[in-house]
Structures are given as C-alpha cells and as structure tokens.
C-alpha cells in the first residue's frame, strides 16, 4: 500500500468522523438546499419580474458573492413550458465569434459570415412558432465583464425586431462590479438603456458566514456544526465572506481536525 493512501484526513475521512451524510461544502448541492439569505433571494425574485416582463437585466457581483447559484436559483424559476434558456459562459472574444456561440446555444444555423450570423440568430428568435407554443427565448450571458465592448454591441442588435418596437428576447447580463463602469461608457449607452434592472449581490457579513457554514453542515447531515467560535472567526477573517474561500477553508479544518484523531471540532489552527 502506499504512502498517499495510508494517510488519514482527507474528505472521506472528514465525512465518517464528523457523521456527514454527503460531501460538506461540495458545490454538488441542490438548488432548492441552498444558503438563502433575505437580500438574494430578494435580487432573484426583481430579476425574475424583470424577465417576466420581457426586459432585460443585469446581475452585478464580486466573485464568490453567490451569483452563480442565483443564476441557477433564476433558471429554476423559469418553466420550460413558457420559457427556453440557455446559457452562455463568455469570454474575450470577437462579434463574429459570440454570435456564433449564441447560434450554437440556441439552435440557429451558424453560417460564416457575421452578417448572415445577426441574420440567423435574429430570424431564429423571431420564429412565429416560438410565440405560437408560448416559449420565449432567454440568454444568460456570464462574464460579461470580459467581453468587447464591440460583441456587448450584439444586445442591441439582438433586441431591436420591428424597428424596435417588440421584446422578443430578454438578456440576464452577468458580471464583476467593473460591469457597471463599462455600461456607463458613451459607447455602450444603447446597450445599458435595454437593461431595464439593475441588481447587484456582496460577500458575506461575520454572522452571514457563521449562519451559512452552519446551514451548509446541516444540509450535509451533520447537526451539531464541528466548529467553534474561533474557527468560525478565523474563516470569516480569512475568506472576507466569499462563498469558494468558505468553502475551501471549512473543507480543510474539517480534514485537519479528522487527522488529529481525538479533536471534536474543527479548531483553529
């Protein structure tokens, strides 16, 4: 046998010794068990009413404020039998390029030239049958904040059908605070008047982060949280409340305290 699997105090371990049903801290969590906090679901809940309304919107968070999962939380609001999503993680990458992935994503047919691209996405949202069967096209477009603001341009492009006068497609634009900045600029002032929502999420608050180790603890079976108050402090002093620094530092004290063999909790160390 070797080295690496005689050692102890690896997640298996963390999980036997601390009574844990499942994975603690495991990203692998179903939406309808996660962490809710009056403030986000508050922001799920404008950017849902907001799409209801066949407008667009921007959700705008540091990483690890929990955007991600209130994407995931959005999605699960909106029926498949009124609304077709799909979702885009993008990049820095050309029009001709962002089209082309948005025609993949939707369906179109993704010919060559930029041009025929707009045309085809365009024709494709435009598609009487869409309204006829009471679906309606929703794009979710991640990491906006590393976008051209050249491919940003496609959202006015994309929404303009009819001279501009029907709302055929909604955009849920997500990104890092420097997303409001590049909205604001003389360039993009088309693009930000389509978005009719603003919404924004922040890390964590001290009592936010206990409240929310604890209920993640709970959710991986386990009751009675293995931490005490100094290794709550210490997580909080060390991940600021992001949701991945949590995480990750709640997953290593666990697998610490399970290699001290005799340590109840998951003390600072």
């Not at 047919?109 to 930029?114: W, Y």
């Not at 069967?133 to 059908?161: A, Q, W």
């Not at 603890?217 to 600021?240: V, W």
């Amino acid at each position: 046998m070797s080295t690496t699997s005689k050692r102890k105090g690896g997640p298996k371990d963390a999980r036997s010794r601390f009574g844990f049903h499942s994975p603690p801290f495991s990203r692998e969590l179903p939406i309808d068990r996660r962490f809710q906090l009056p403030h986000v679901e508050e922001t799920i809940d404008a950017i849902h009413q907001t799409v209801l309304q066949r407008e667009s919107a921007a959700l705008i968070a540091p990483a690890g404020s929990g955007k991600t999962v209130a994407v995931r939380a959005l999605k699960e609001r909106l029926p498949a039998a009124r609304f077709n999503v799909h979702y885009v993680k993008v990049s820095d990458v050309s029009k001709r390029d962002m089209c082309r992935e948005l025609a993949y994503a939707i369906g179109a047919r993704p010919v060559g030239a930029f041009p025929a691209l707009v045309r085809a996405v365009q024709e494709h949202f435009d598609k009487p049958v869409a309204e006829a069967e009471g679906t309606r096209p929703e794009l979710i477009l991640d990491d906006v904040h590393e976008m051209r603001s050249e491919t940003l341009g496609l959202v006015k492009l994309l929404t303009n059908f009819d001279m501009d006068s029907r709302l055929v497609v909604s955009f849920v634009l997500v990104g890092h605070p420097s997303l409001r900045r590049i909205l604001q600029r003389d360039d993009l002032e088309d693009v930000a008047r389509r978005v009719a929502h603003y919404a924004e999420l922040r890390l964590l608050s001290r009592e936010e982060t206990r409240r929310y180790v604890e209920h993640r603890c709970t959710a991986a079976g386990n009751l009675t949280p293995p931490f005490d108050d100094d290794a709550f402090e210490a997580i909080y002093e060390l991940s600021r409340g992001n949701l991945r620094a949590i995480d990750g530092l709640a997953r290593k004290a666990l697998e610490l305290a399970a290699a001290r063999n005799g340590t109840s909790s998951a003390r600072r160390t």
